[in-house]
């Protein structure tokens, strides 16, 4: 028996397949976190920042790590996020999502912590793989004053669609880069 192709599959079909398989998701964000989870989260990465350096002062790094946890949750709400990261990103692609790329998420916690003046922490604006299309990512770099970037701290809130990850720049899986600040 002679076997036909198969046929080919209208792009509008595709489009359509993907919108109604994500509409149940559409407004939820990352995954919830409750109050003690939160708080929790807040305490280590507050630890962490500490870790950056003798001169850093611990009631700013909690105030760096509250800004950057619950800010983070915040875009979450704001882009209406649907997890995977690549997923959110593939919405926005299309059209269905606004906001929501790694560099949106950089920019927004980057002005939210720009905010708060540090006096012991310096940021910056990390970059891995510029200018691949597929495989550049952002994400803010918290140092301790007159500290090398490689020896920062990557905030991370797109990886985890809102959950902060942060992880040192030097143990990351990225290859981390600072971005010039004339081109944040």
């Known amino acids: 028996m002679k076997r036909s192709a198969p046929l080919p599959i209208p792009a509008a079909a595709v ?10 998701t559409t407004t939820r964000p990352s995954p919830a976190m409750g109050e003690a989870q939160i708080a929790s989260k807040i305490t280590s990465l ?11 002062d611990p009631a700013e790094a909690r105030r760096v790590a509250e800004a950057a946890v619950t800010h983070s949750l915040r875009l979450a709400e704001e882009y209406r996020v649907v997890p995977p990261a690549r997923w959110h990103n593939l919405l926005i692609q299309m059209g269905l999502r606004e906001r929501g790329l790694c560099y949106h998420w950089t920019e927004d916690l980057m002005r939210h912590l720009q905010a708060l003046q540090l006096a012991t922490y310096e940021l910056h604006w990390g970059v891995a793989h510029p200018g ?20 920062g701290l990557v905030l991370d809130p797109w990886r985890n669609s809102g959950g902060l990850t942060w992880v040192r720049v030097a143990q990351d899986a990225y290859p981390w880069q600072p971005l010039p600040r004339e081109k944040w």
């Open 15 to 24: 489009l359509l397949a993907l919108v109604l398989a994500s509409g149940c």
């Open 46 to 56: 507050q630890g962490s920042l500490k870790g950056l350096g003798p001169g850093v």
């Open 132 to 151: 691949s299309d597929l495989r550049e990512h952002n994400s803010v770099v918290v140092t301790a004053l007159n500290q090398t970037f490689e020896k």
